[in-house]
């Protein structure tokens, strides 16, 4: 049976879940689909301000991609490009470029493709037994170039190159120290903290969440700010939110953001 992507919302909190509950959530070419359609419908919707992703059940993130199906979905160059390129890399580049905070709840085995499903993700929260790889080099393929990109932007080439090279499974510890996660909680505890995660987020101003993510993201490529970025960064001045968060705070209140 297929995997799927299933997907919730609750106010302005969307999850999307990672179900192929037979195969450890291995990631199909249609979850690939799904994953990358509902992530570009989340994108584009205003009223979401926070995305959750998550395995289905308590056994894993995802286990990597179906290997059964790449006798068919990769069998030749041409196909192969197509997967990697069409499906998996785009699906990601999705997850990346989610204007909003992106939250992945991790239990279990986060390996290969959910490993690169996570490491896309803003901030990574994981359970104790949860476990980190991407051992491929056993099954004699490499990582497609353009599905290292999310991966190499959180921990460096050192890192990602030692998970490449030694196709070691890490424990949850050590993918917290190697960078790989934002915090590790009791396995109980996941489903928890995550969701709280997300409330502290709701709690911000929408605009200025988004403005985090964008100058993240440019000042990552290494190029200075010209004049009129500089001037943009301070568009906030202009907003209501602003305003009333400045009032809130001189009348030792909670702000109540619009997001306008």
Known sequence: ??????????????TLTLSNPDKLNAVDAGMWRGLHARMTSVNADPDVRCVVLRGAGDKAFAA????????TVRATVDDA???????VAAAL?????????TVAMIRGACVGGGLEIAGCCDIRIAGESSRFGAPINKLGFSMYPGEMAGLLEL???AVLLEILLEGRILGAREA????LLTRVVDDEEVEAEALATAGRILKGAPLVARWHKQWVHRLMQ??????AEKRAAFDFLAT????????????KRAPVFKGR
Not at 1 to 13: H, T
Not at 64 to 71: A, S
Not at 222 to 227: A, E, T
Not at 240 to 251: H, K, N, P, T
Request: hydrophobic share 40%; aromatic share 8%.
């Open 64 to 71: 990597g991609g179906d290997i059964e199906e790449f006798l």
């Open 155 to 157: 921990v460096g080439p």
């Open 1 to 14: 049976m297929p995997g799927e992507i299933l997907f919730s919302q609750d106010g302005g909190v969307a």
């Open 176 to 179: 917290l120290a190697k960078g």
């Open 240 to 251: 209501e939110d602003y305003q009333e968060g400045l009032a809130a705070f001189l009348a």
């Open 81 to 87: 490009l197509h997967y990697h390129e069409e499906l």
């Open 222 to 227: 290494g190029q200075s700010l010209g004049d």
């Open 93 to 101: 580049d999705a997850v990346r470029a989610c204007p909003v905070p």
